[in-house]
């Protein structure tokens, strides 16, 4: 085959697998496409490589293409929404305080773990934000960063201990600046 007849029987035979592969990483139509379209684009790139498009292999590797391709779609779309929007959400979310020095204060807190979340490693953020704030399944985050589901639950547990210890550290240096104001 040339590399026509190649590209022709991967968008014949193998276009839907790919569109329900980004479908299930993206949950949305429209994005599915783009990213089938953005992954065929890659496999035009590298259709030299595959010897036979109706072999098993070329098969999934159009199907790992395109998931992986719809996976990056979401983090690029992640990264573009900055972490103060995560936190207008969480407090959109509190139910509203009796004082006004409630307010302040639980506006503070907020503000004090968006700092804390901002100086994580980048990928304990991701597992934080898919499943503290968008509240998504262990499942449906492991398939969004390409991890297992107990990977995300493990990750999980070391970026809480992480965002723990670093506001605890703080915590520690409030206390301490405060002491050594009162002498």
Known sequence: ????????????????????????????????????????IKI???IDEIEDVTELKARALCCIIAKNTA????????RVAPAEDVFIELEARQKPA??????????????????????????????????????????????????SA?????KLSRARKALKDILDRENIEERTEAAQDDR
């Open 1 to 40: 085959m040339n590399r026509r007849e190649k590209l022709n029987y991967i968008a014949e035979n193998y276009m839907k697998l790919m569109w329900q592969k980004a479908y299930s990483v993206i949950s949305d139509a429209h994005e599915a496409e783009d990213a089938c379209q953005e992954a065929f």
């Open 44 to 46: 035009i790139r590298m």
């Open 71 to 78: 996976i990056d779609m979401v983090r690029k779309h992640s």
């Open 98 to 147: 009796d004082s006004p020095d409630a307010v302040v204060e639980s506006k503070a807190e907020t503000e004090r773990i968006r700092l804390a979340l901002n100086r994580l490693p980048e990928a304990y953020r991701e597992i934080i934000e898919l499943r503290c704030l968008h509240e998504l399944s262990a499942q449906r985050t492991g398939e969004i960063l390409g991890i």
């Open 150 to 154: 107990n990977s995300v639950n493990i």
